[in-house]
């Protein structure tokens, strides 16, 4: 990867994204409303200056739904994004439904292209790749492209949280119009009363819905609780840290209770069904 020292070109040519992502835009995954949608997956020169450079480098392979390789044998993951999961040599590993839809579409406007590395948080992984947000030479915005198209999911850390409100817009675009993984049960948001089902869901990744009854909190943790049978049902939990992170965005985690909320991440079991809450992002209060 090498750095020029120079911002990508925004400007957009609308010809080009549609020749280049033709064949995939064309299918019945998308309605002809997001296929307008995706010739625009742009990132604001305001939130472009947020982020720090990383470089430059030539696309040569795609890896999956939401990590490529450079020239310089680099892999970058999608930072904020999470596509359909493939079994990459990984044994007894059900690939997730459409990966290869989406591993399929990144190639089509990634593959063979010069990117431009932008970080807003770390940047690297524990597995060496680096974490960054992708834009093409002519101004692809790898992340809202694949998000808006319904085949990768909004997906944040408490170490890289820039530019996901963004990305939330073109995800509720996509789920609006039941654009790829949305119009798969696999992915379908799941409600807060269903605990069985949830129970069901433990160690997968999960959007889930539904009204905060109470909250309260036992030692250094505050519960999130969704029903009255706290052993049973199911609760965001947060530590101290993530109470501060909340409350920073003008959100006091108890004046939430009797409110809608969206909470995404990896179902555990604490007592009954959790998502562990580690940073404001994850938590959509009265969600659209």
């Keep these: 990867m090498t750095d020029h020292g120079q911002s990508p070109n925004l400007r957009f040519s609308r010809r080009g994204v549609l020749r280049l992502a033709a064949g995939f835009l064309a299918s019945p995954f998308l309605s002809l409303a997001a296929r307008t949608e995706m010739t625009e997956p ?38 904020g994004t999470q596509a359909p999961k493939l079994p990459l040599g990984r044994p007894n590993f059900t690939p997730w439904p459409l990966g290869d839809a989406a591993r399929d579409f990144l190639t089509r406007i990634a593959d063979g292209r010069l990117i431009h590395l932008y970080a807003g948080g ?28 319904g085949l990768a999911r909004v997906y944040s850390f408490s170490d890289n949280r820039m530019l996901i409100e ?52 036992a030692g250094e943790t505050v519960y999130m609780n969704f ?48 998502i562990v809450l580690t940073h404001p992002e994850p938590l959509e209060v009265e969600p659209s």
């Design 42 to 79: 742009h990132l604001p020169s305001g939130d472009l200056a947020a982020l720090r450079r990383l470089g430059s480098g030539r696309v040569v392979a795609i890896v999956d739904g939401d990590t490529v390789t450079l020239d310089d044998g680099m892999d970058v993951r999608l930072v």
């Design 227 to 274: 029903g009255h049978r706290w052993s049973e049902d199911f609760t965001i939990t947060l530590d101290d840290r993530a109470v501060r992170l909340l409350e920073e965005t003008g959100r006091n985690p108890f004046a939430l209770e009797g409110m809608s909320v969206r909470v995404r991440g990896w179902m555990e079991r604490g007592g009954g069904p959790k």
């Design 122 to 149: 770390r940047e690297r992984d524990r597995h060496g790749r680096w974490l960054a947000h992708c834009i093409t030479e002519d101004g692809i915005w790898l992340q809202g492209a694949t998000v808006g198209a």
């Design 166 to 217: 963004r990305l939330y817009g073109h995800e509720r675009f996509a789920r609006a119009g039941a654009e790829g993984i949305w119009a798969d049960p696999f992915y379908h948001i799941r409600p807060a009363s269903d605990a069985a089902r949830l129970e069901s869901d433990i160690g997968t990744y999960q959007l889930v819905e539904g009204r905060i009854l109470s909250v309260g909190r």
